[in-house]
């Protein structure tokens, strides 16, 4: 399963560089057509389908235009058997600080992030 961490790593990169230029084409290429993302909201669990997701990023400046400093890694990957992975990450666009957790899972096409949980910590 370790031959497969190289492949993890460069879907969670592309996952960073879409993030940090705004560019939903990378992220599409990251993330599989469907798949959500979760937080936690004043009301609960917050369920924000991939195509919302990417109307809000390409409606907002990205990190990249406004010169913010880049910051992310990969905290951790764990694999449960050959199709299966589980990626925590840290990445910023400030204020606002993440970590995610985010879920993959090969396929035909390769990885693919399926799912990703969130919390941002808000510093001034």
């Known amino acids: 399963m370790s031959n497969e961490i190289p492949a993890i790593e460069s879907v969670v990169q592309t996952y960073f560089d879409g993030?940090?230029?705004g560019d939903t084409k990378k992220?599409?290429?990251a993330f599989h057509e469907v798949s959500h993302l979760y937080s936690m909201g004043p009301?609960?669990?917050v369920d924000l389908p991939r195509a919302k997701w990417f109307e809000m990023v390409a409606s907002?400046?990205?990190?990249k235009t406004?010169?913010?400093?880049r910051r992310?890694?990969?905290v951790s990957i764990d694999m449960s058997g050959p199709e299966t992975a589980?990626?925590?990450v840290e990445c910023q666009l400030p204020p606002r600080y993440f970590t995610d957790y985010l879920l993959l899972l090969k396929g035909n096409d390769g990885w693919k992030i399926v799912s990703k949980s969130f919390r941002a910590d808000?510093?001034?």
């Not at 907002?60 to 990190?63: E, V």
Request: positive net charge; aromatic residues 8%; proline residues 0%.
């Open 19 to 21: 993030l940090y230029e």
């Open 43 to 45: 009301g609960g669990v």
């Open 86 to 88: 589980f990626v925590k």
């Open 66 to 69: 406004k010169g913010l400093t």
């Open 60 to 63: 907002r400046g990205s990190g």
């Open 122 to 124: 808000v510093r001034e």
């Open 72 to 74: 992310d890694r990969i």
């Open 27 to 29: 992220l599409g290429a």
